[in-house]
């Protein structure tokens, strides 16, 4: 279709000489137009008839050779049908195909251009002026703002304002070759007001580009003579571009450029203050030594503000190199990286050990030996004599809670693979249970078809490495002793070192292990009890406490006696001899139910004091005697500022941090809250640490405003 006078007179003041194929709506708005040089020898051209595409063919010396300009819709039915209906136009001859912003951004639609361009997705705003056989598409006078493609709507219908977006060739419906030169965003681009050229040679099967221009977002842009006069003279051309964003965007990317050189003038000079700064601190602190008076204590009071602020100001530059480094790196493992992870080795390199006797030792080969024979004493059980032996038979003939001969053949039966299913239906939501990642929803799903493998896994792999037998005592002993273990320094190995006591951290044996080992002590301490030797807490009526267990931690009820702790000392110390565990003074804590009133014999155990006010651990939460809201608020403060400080001192995106919020941060206080509650103001305190993480600060004292809300961003999914 040819267009109309209007149209052709509009664009003959643009590019003289021009053949205009234009596509209508409907309605009868223009919406795609093609410009094609009139010397072409055009054999055929057409349009889809809805607005969205326009085509022509015309010869060359190597063949027939098709030109299509795409404006792809949004909408779904019109897409698929649009797309489809290039498919069927480009399967015959080679083709150059011109397409718009909505090919890039929609490029991942089933019924977008991916089927068709087979996965390789295009690059917004690339221009191709084509040298050889194909050298009459396009005229040496026209700029990029050309056009070749426009949509009449796209700029308040001035149509001397198009946008000219990407060019492909494809042979026989295979795309075969691809432009991809403009590595920049064209929603405010300056390569929309200056004239580029690449030249695509086509011989035979040979596809070679030439003259290639490369435009990023970078301030060094306008830096080029032959751009920054281009530019200008685009500019004086089009007065009523003085208040078009695109230009400001110019304007800004040399203010950007002064900018950078601004902050590199200040980093050179702060190089230098650095120097100073620390000759006058070090000189301030020799005089304050020398002589402490009042005059030399402010010199070095001034002298030590100075170094901190250009400590912190180094902080600034450290992370603003961070983002810099980041953005053009992302996540790759890249040699930016190996320098931060190679200087944080170092960093966390042993060079020196200490002993008791004063000795320092410096050599490598001595600081492993005297770590793997101090890692190899903790981790190997010591040879019990026969009075301990002894011993231990006369107290496990105390525990009176034993396993039935029914519950023996129940443990060494194999298990059935109704048994498998059912505990699988039972494991907690969204959450695997193993190493692969398979949470429990896929398992039960797919239970149809992965039963058998489950089956075997557990009858043959598990049941097999445990060496299924009569006596489970050597099945868990097995598990538990059956391990080495190497310590790593200073990447170096230590040799490897048997580990038979203690349990692996995270083994889920461990609590039932712990719960077993712990049935000897409390059998001794109820035979105290009941001689009278130890006397429990009455709590009001018949309820007397002595002892209560969880795992390894063992809390212990006495009246506050000094013969009362005298007697448990003793009796834990048998349990120690029959069982090699071994009790920590250092890490007990005494707790009086009146803390004003502490006796004098309790300061001499050993044991921390939980005092009026102090703050303590019990089973990972931390609480105080008598319960304060502010101190326990305090601690979990501390800890989630801990973690945050830990964070802070990385550059993360705004994604990562999210998912540190969500998953991380936002679990830390949710054991100890189900314990202990906090008022609303603690909660909200908690919240801004949050918020101050996520958006950062202006500077020390002023963190930056919320971008978006806070329940927006910790809403589920």
Aim: include cysteine.
């Amino acid at each position: 279709m040819t267009g109309g006078r209007e149209v052709q007179k509009t664009f003959d003041s643009i590019l003289p000489g021009a053949s205009v194929i234009e596509d209508r709506k409907e309605d009868g708005t223009i919406d795609t137009v093609l410009l094609l040089d009139r010397k072409l020898n055009i054999i055929d051209r057409g349009c889809s008839g809805r607005g969205y595409a326009v085509w022509a063919t015309f010869n060359t010396a190597v063949g027939i050779v098709g030109v299509i300009g795409v404006h792809s819709p949004r909408l779904r039915l019109e897409k698929e049908w649009l797309w489809g209906w290039v498919q069927q136009l480009v399967m015959e001859g080679q083709w150059l195909l011109i397409g718009d912003m909505n090919m890039v951004e929609y490029s991942r639609d089933t019924i977008g251009p991916s089927p068709i361009l087979k996965g390789r997705e295009l690059r917004k705003w690339t221009l191709c002026a084509n040298a050889g056989d194909l050298s009459d598409i396009w005229l040496e006078a026209v700029q990029t703002r050309g056009p070749w493609f426009t949509r009449q709507a796209m700029h308040g219908n001035r149509l001397d304002q198009a946008r000219l977006d990407r060019c492909y060739i494809t042979k026989r419906g295979d795309w075969i070759f691809q432009m991809e030169e403009m590595l920049h965003d064209g929603s405010s681009s300056l390569a929309d007001h200056v004239p580029i050229r690449i030249s695509l040679i086509l011989e035979g099967e040979t596809r070679t580009v030439s003259k290639k221009s490369y435009f990023k977002m970078d301030g060094s842009l306008l830096k080029n003579e032959g751009i920054r006069r281009e530019v200008e003279r685009t500019w004086s051309a089009h007065p009523d571009w003085a208040n078009d964003d695109r230009k400001r965007w110019g304007l800004a990317l040399a203010r950007t450029r002064k900018i950078l050189l601004a902050h590199k003038r200040t980093q050179t000079r702060g190089e230098m203050d650095a120097e100073e700064i620390s000759k006058r601190l070090a000189l301030a602190r020799l005089q304050v030594q020398v002589n402490d008076s009042t005059s030399n204590r402010r010199e070095f009071e001034e002298a030590l503000m100075a170094a901190r602020r250009r400590e912190q100001a180094d902080m600034r530059i450290c992370r603003v190199k961070c983002r810099i480094k980041w953005l053009a790196d992302g996540d790759a493992p890249s040699k930016y990286f190996f320098a931060c992870l190679k200087a944080k080795t170092k960093r966390e390199e042993l060079t020196s050990i200490k002993l008791d006797s004063g000795e320092v030792l410096v050599d490598e080969d001595r600081i492993l030996q005297l770590i793997e024979d101090t890692y190899g004493n903790l981790y190997t059980a010591e040879e019990e004599g026969s009075e301990a032996l002894e011993k231990r038979r006369e107290i496990l003939q105390l525990v009176d809670k034993r396993l039935t001969a029914a519950q023996n053949r129940k443990l060494e039966d194999t298990p059935t693979e109704e048994l498998i299913e059912e505990i699988v239906k039972t494991l907690p939501h969204e959450k695997s249970p193993g190493f692969d990642g398979v949470t429990s929803e896929v398992l039960v799903e797919g239970w149809d078809f992965m039963r058998g493998d489950c089956f075997k896994m557990v009858r043959k792999d598990t049941l097999s490495a445990l060496g299924m037998s009569a006596d489970n005592v050597r099945r868990i002993q097995g598990l538990v002793t059956g391990g080495a273990a190497q310590v790593h320094v200073n990447g170096r190995f230590t040799r490897r070192f048997e580990v038979t006591r203690g349990v692996r951290q995270g083994c889920p044996v461990a609590p039932l292990l712990f719960a077993m080992v712990t049935q000897p002590l409390m059998r001794l301490l109820r035979e105290e009890e009941a001689r009278g030797r130890l006397m429990g807490v009455n709590y009001g009526g018949q309820t007397t406490l002595l002892h209560q267990i969880y795992a390894d931690d063992t809390g212990v009820n006495l009246t506050m006696e000094e013969s009362q702790f005298n007697r448990l000392k003793a009796t834990i110390q048998v349990f120690e001899e029959i069982s090699g565990a071994r009790l920590n003074l250092a890490k007990s804590l005494i707790m009086p139910i009146s803390p004003e009133i502490i006796l004098d014999w309790v300061r001499t155990t050993g044991c921390d004091i939980a005092g009026p006010g102090k703050s303590f651990l019990y089973l990972g939460v931390t609480t105080c005697n008598p319960i304060d809201e502010a101190v326990i608020a305090k601690a979990i403060t501390q800890k989630m500022l801990k973690r945050l400080a830990h964070w802070s001192n990385r550059f993360l995106s705004w994604p990562a941090k999210i998912i540190l919020l969500k998953q991380v941060l936002a679990a830390t206080p949710l054991y100890q809250l189900l314990s202990v509650g906090l008022e609303q103001k603690g909660l909200e305190a908690l919240e801004s640490l949050c918020r101050q993480f996520l958006w950062g600060w202006v500077d020390q004292d002023h963190p930056r405003a919320s971008m978006v809300a806070w329940e927006r961003i910790t809403q589920h999914k």
